[in-house]
């Protein structure tokens, strides 16, 4: 992170890319991390790792390299109450979880009216920016 667009960031610039180590100095919870070689063997066994790791650590970040090790994570923590991750996580949740249909005046909402439609955001990615 320290040597990319992040290491600039007029924020929170991140000035190592250690993730277990940036967590650690914002916590005094324990931070530990789960490498690819395990994600890479399936959400099975992912999920013991996880849960071996839950007895010792109150953190655990978890490796991912393309979008099919972020499926197996998915599937391997979409019951878990609290998720943490970027947006690329959001992308494969909804695969593992109950669709519950449910009424809201959004389904409703009419945008295609020339006022526009006014979109916040409080990420500061190129990205985003875009």
Do not use: W
């Not at 399936?42 to 013991?48: D, K, N, T």
């Not at 519950?100 to 990420?123: A, C, K, N, R, Y």
């Amino acid at each position: 992170m320290e040597e990319s667009e992040f290491a600039h960031d007029p924020v929170h610039p991140m000035l190592q890319s250690n993730l277990v180590a940036i967590l650690q100095e914002q916590t005094n919870r324990k931070v530990t991390f789960i490498e690819l070689v395990i994600v890479r063997q399936g959400a099975s066994v992912l999920r013991m790792e996880i849960e071996k790791k839950r007895r010792d650590f109150h953190y655990c970040n978890i490796d991912s390299e393309t979008q099919a090790d972020l499926t197996i994570v998915a599937e391997a923590v979409h019951d878990y109450k609290v998720l943490a991750g970027s947006s690329a996580i959001a992308e494969e949740l909804p695969k593992f979880l109950p669709v519950q249909p449910i009424s809201s005046s959004f389904t409703e909402l009419d945008i295609t009216d020339h006022l526009g439609v006014l979109v916040i955001s409080g990420s500061l990615t190129p990205q985003t920016r875009e």
